[in-house]
């Protein structure tokens, strides 16, 4: 199985800003030299076992020990920091849904995992470009509004089911995940807003974030809401 990203984004960089440019060079500089990749290759294999297995503590081990160059290479492409921490999330769970492809045969885990981040958000910061907006929303936005309007009373019917669904999933998460989950992603709350709500570390509640919607993901492939 091959050990290599799980989007297909070009090499060449040459379309993007010089800022840009230098934030993936910067990236690439902070990668392991090889003697020292191999003698953390062993370390990498494991880690990356026991995060497949569902294990929380060797998943949070992993983002915290990636998510700072992660975060730093989004803020660098979308340049403000709720933008940037909700595509570093969206980039670690993507990571997590394709940490079965990470070949140790072929080449290290943190070459693997940061090349497989920059493609994420080459791509993101691509698709956006190509998206026109006004009054700062995305064209999809307007759409989605439009086709809300317009649908076929079926397709509201469909939609309704699958947003019942997925409550019905979020009340599956532990007590603690589905509490950051909601205030995240359906009230629409900001970090700090949750972190003053909770009076918890911002780093527990992106944790949380992080693990309730990875949680969330494999609830809805198990209530077939969503595919594998």
Not at 26 to 41: D, F, K, M, S, W
Not at 80 to 100: C, G, M, N, P, W
Not at 174 to 198: A, F, G, H, N, W
């Amino acid at each position: 199985m091959p050990s290599g990203p799980a989007v297909d984004v070009s090499d060449d960089v040459n379309d993007l800003p010089a800022e840009q440019r230098e934030a993936l060079e910067a990236l690439e500089e902070g990668l392991p030299a090889p003697a020292q990749a191999t003698r953390n290759r062993a370390a990498d294999i494991e880690l990356a076992a026991r995060c497949r297995a569902g294990d929380p503590a060797a998943w949070e081990h992993l983002v915290r020990q990636y998510s700072r160059r992660v975060y730093h290479l989004a803020y660098k492409f979308v340049g403000r920091h709720e933008q940037a921490e909700d595509l570093t999330q969206e980039v670690f769970l993507k990571i997590y849904r394709s940490l079965d492809q990470y070949n140790p045969e072929v080449g290290d885990f943190p070459n693997w995992l940061l090349r497989l981040a920059r493609n994420l958000i080459i791509d993101d910061y691509r698709r956006r470009q190509r998206q026109p907006t006004e009054g700062g929303e995305d064209l999809e936005v307007h759409v989605h509004h439009l086709q809300s309007r317009t649908d076929h009373p079926q397709q509201r019917i469909e939609r309704q089911e699958q947003s019942l669904q997925i409550m019905q999933a979020i009340e599956k998460l532990s007590p603690d995940l589905r509490q950051c989950v909601i205030m995240r992603d359906i009230e629409e709350m900001t970090y700090q807003e949750i972190v003053e709500k909770l009076q918890i570390p911002e780093g527990t509640v992106k944790s949380r974030i992080n693990r309730g919607r990875i949680e969330l993901a494999r609830i809805l492939r198990r209530m077939k809401v969503i595919g594998t």
